[in-house]
């Protein structure tokens, strides 16, 4: 699947991203770190919320499904120690009622996984201050899966698939759902950012 290629918007502040999956953090972060703005990583929840109130972000970008606390509730625990900055949805779950059900919630807004790009850094635009138009970066290839950090976090990716399927299989065996679901929904929220569709579509249909 190819996608043309957005022009990255040159960015100043500070990001906070809360994710647990590693892969997803280092794809993430490549992109935020191409428009200049500044990023910190919490690897769930209660994290996440230590962080957000430690420090002045500008932007907190927050993965739904996290172990010790689900983005959820990091973003309820915030409101009600009155955080006020944006905090964006992070998720595979990206149906209608689901995104209304995020916004209801106090999110500012909701960006799908896979990541779609010019959704991504329009959202930062909206977020972030901008730089001298001279300092926008245009990729000069239009391909961006070609980047040789993606191929390498791709290869990561596949290298892992061998996993989820045992993790995938533990869980039918011993009828444990939820895991289940978590193991599916990681999966499905990541392969379409690495070019495989196919893999997002089936474990979207499972």
Request: hydrophobic share 45%.
């Amino acid at each position: 699947l190819r996608q043309a290629a957005p022009e990255i918007p040159s960015l100043s502040g500070r990001v906070l991203l809360a994710e647990d999956i590693e892969v997803n953090q280092r794809l993430i972060s490549m992109h935020i770190h191409a428009t200049g703005a500044e990023l910190d990583i919490a690897t769930d929840g209660e994290q996440a919320v230590e962080m957000a109130l430690s420090a002045d972000y500008d932007l907190v970008l927050m993965d739904i499904q996290m172990p010790v606390m689900d983005g959820k509730e990091a973003l309820s625990t915030l409101n009600a120690l009155g955080f006020s900055k944006p905090v964006i949805a992070l998720t595979a779950n990206v149906i209608s009622s689901e995104v209304e059900q995020y916004i209801q919630q106090g999110f500012t807004s909701c960006l799908s996984k896979p990541i779609d790009l010019i959704a991504f850094y329009k959202a930062l635009s909206d977020h972030l201050s901008h730089c001298p138009a001279s300092q926008i970066k245009t990729p000069a290839e239009p391909e961006p899966i070609m980047d040789p950090l993606i191929l390498k976090l791709k290869a990561q990716f596949q290298s892992e698939i061998g996993h989820y399927l045992s993790l995938i299989e533990h869980a039918e065996a011993i009828e444990d759902w939820q895991s289940l679901f978590e193991v599916i929904h990681i999966i499905k929220g990541t392969a379409g950012s690495f070019g495989f569709m196919p893999i997002t579509v089936l474990a979207g249909s499972i």
